[in-house]
Each structure stands twice: as C-alpha cells, then as structure tokens.
C-alpha cells in the first residue's frame, strides 16, 4: 500500500506550476471593490427564521441539562459529523479539488452536507468559489469589508448585491454538473434534508431510549444544526476581522485560534487564501486541524488520495514578500548596531506518517 506521502507527492509537485505566483484563484478585477452607501433590502422571512432557530437553539441548550446522556451524547456526534460533512466535502473536495475522494466516500460526504442544512452541495460550492475570486468586495456573496455581522450572518437575511448575482454566473461549475451524486441532492435537497436532518436525528433518541419527542427536538435537531452553523459562519466573519496575516497582509482573511478550534481546523484563514488548493488548509498539518487528520488517515485506507499541498519554498517566500511579519519561522530580525546577526534557517524535521514536522536551527 502507497503511504499518504507517496499518494501526496505527485500533485505537490505541480501546485507551484498551476499557479504562475502564489495567490488566490482568479485575480480580482479592478473595478470591483466595496461601495459602502448600497442599501440592502431585508429578506424578512429569513431573518425572522433564523431568529426562531437560534431561539429555539437557545432552549435546546437548556433541555440540553436534562435530556438523557445518550441524546446530548447523539447530537454532539451529529453535530461534528455535519461540521465535517462541510469543511472536507464541500470545503476541501468539492470546492478547491484538494484530493480525490472514491465513489464511497464522496456519497458519505454528500449525506454528511446534508446534514449540515447548510443549502445543498452545488449552491455552497459557487458560493465558495465566488467568495474566493473576488473575496471581500460587493462580487463576495458574504462580503467582509461590510463588517461582522452582515458576513457572519447578515447576508442571508438580506437580497443579494447585484455583483453577486452578476459574477456567480460565470463560476464554472462543470465539475459539479457532471457528478450524479451532486445533481441528485440538488434535485431533492429539501426531501433529503427532511429526512437526513431532522427526522432520523429525532427520531433516534425516541425510539431507543424513550427521549421526549420536545427533547429530542430541540437538543438532537435544533442546537444540533445551530452551533456548527455558526461555526462555519465564523470562518467568514472572525476569520476574516480578528488575527494576524503572516502570509498575506494585503488581504482581509486571518489566522485565527478561536475558529480552528470550533470549526475543527478551518481557522487557518491567511494561510488558505493564500494556498487554497492545499488539503490541510493550513501549513501546521494535523496539528490543530482535525480535518485534515481525517483527510490523511482516509488516504491511509485508500478513500482519499492524489492529496495537493504547497511546496514550502513557496509557502516561505510568500510569507517573507507579502506576510506581517508574524510567522515565527520567516520573521525578519531587526540587528543592533556591532551585534553578530544569528545564522537562522529553516529545515526539515524528522517525517511522522505524512506530517513534516519543520524546526529552527540556531547556530
């Protein structure tokens, strides 16, 4: 069996030749930037639905005190199984094509998605794609640059920016017309989430250890869908506000602690927009990252493979040309006046699995 390294290695080597420079995907035209005087007009029914949810949420986490252990226990494991059916299917595979995933594993991710009620496969996917062609400006479909609340969560209460519904229409979407899984949720979206989302979670807990059908409900479906949610709703709104850019400082995306941590590793923001082709949406590998354990420990198994990563002369000199100087490997030291400067380089540790773990020598 091929090691993750060797099933890694082939595409790795032609990331740096896919793209001429190391930025985003598409360049982003000139004339779009961010005109701060548009008034949106309020989508009132989504915006009073998603006020129900989090209240109804909201209760969920109170009965969450008092339901049975095996029904918090069901939606906590409902709720990291949709937040990944999110992050590496729609995320990872579907949107930037980061690894190839077999037949098997794809149609898991897809029902994981639909868990997740987070619209079906192909609209999430556009939406990704345009958000990071023309991130951050009135083309994103949650623009940053209009503050927190309108990218976390505003722009679904809202009509959308003419811009948006202008350059959504030349995303290529090819890839996703062409796979029958993919189709197929778009066609029945809304049964299948009936069914996959709210039913069977309910269900569940109701039929085998007689959890109460209002428990049930609100602990298994409703704050179950509502906190990773949020948690992929932070990723376009803290981590595009709060923390440092040690690999590009010219755009709006960061580095974030707080969101790799609710959102199992996608808070590694900078650092993906720059690269966004890599699987580990981060240069850090595993650590800190559970998807991207996932994502090595199914190309174990042979489900994932032909898994793409950014060479690390590529990742080392974007850091060092467009970074904040915040990257502790590739920071640039000021030397005093007679001081010997310190010979510092960076090398290969010792490989673990497919993790290169990399360290400081000083000399």
Request: net charge positive; glycine share 6%; with cysteine.
């Amino acid at each position: 069996r091929m090691t993750v390294a060797d099933q890694r290695s082939p595409r790795s080597e032609q990331a740096a030749a896919e793209t001429k420079d190391d930025s985003v995907q598409g360049k982003l035209p000139a004339e779009i930037g961010t005109d701060y005087s548009f008034k949106r007009k309020i989508v009132w029914k989504n915006a009073l639905g998603f006020l129900v949810l989090h209240l109804g949420a909201l209760y969920g986490a109170y009965l969450a005190f008092y339901c049975h252990g095996a029904t918090f226990i069901w939606a906590f494991i409902l709720a990291v199984a949709a937040s990944e059916g999110v992050t590496i299917g729609a995320h990872r595979l579907y949107t930037h094509k980061s690894f190839k995933a077999t037949p098997g594993l794809r149609l898991v991710l897809i029902i994981l998605q639909t868990l997740a009620g987070q619209n079906c496969m192909y609209i999430w996917v556009r939406d990704h794609r345009q958000h990071h062609k023309y991130s951050d400006t009135d083309a994103d479909p949650h623009n940053a640059s209009r503050g927190f609340f309108f990218s976390h969560m505003g722009w679904l209460m809202s009509r959308k920016h003419p811009a948006v519904i202008e350059k959504g229409k030349t995303i290529d979407m090819s890839d996703l017309e062409a796979d029958p899984l993919v189709m197929f949720q778009k066609k029945y979206y809304k049964t299948l989430y009936g069914i996959i989302a709210i039913l069977i979670p309910v269900a569940v807990p109701v039929y085998f250890w007689n959890e109460t059908l209002i428990n049930s409900f609100f602990v298994a479906y409703l704050l179950r869908y509502i906190l990773p949610l949020n948690g992929t709703w932070c990723v376009n709104s803290v981590a595009h506000i709060w923390g440092t850019k040690p690999f590009d400082k010219y755009i709006l995306p960061v580095e974030s602690h707080f969101v790799a941590f609710i959102s199992i590793g996608e808070g590694w923001h900078n650092y993906h927009h720059a690269f966004p082709w890599d699987y580990r949406a981060s240069e850090l590998g595993s650590r800190y990252n559970m998807n991207a354990f996932i994502i090595d420990l199914l190309a174990y198994f042979g489900f994932a493979y032909d898994l793409r990563t950014a060479p690390y002369n590529l990742v080392k000199s974007r850091a060092l040309r467009t970074g904040d100087g915040t990257h502790s490997a590739f920071r640039v030291r000021k030397v005093k006046f007679g001081e010997t400067p310190e010979d510092e380089t960076q090398t290969y540790g010792a490989e673990k699995g497919n993790k290169i773990l990399p360290s400081i020598n000083h000399k």
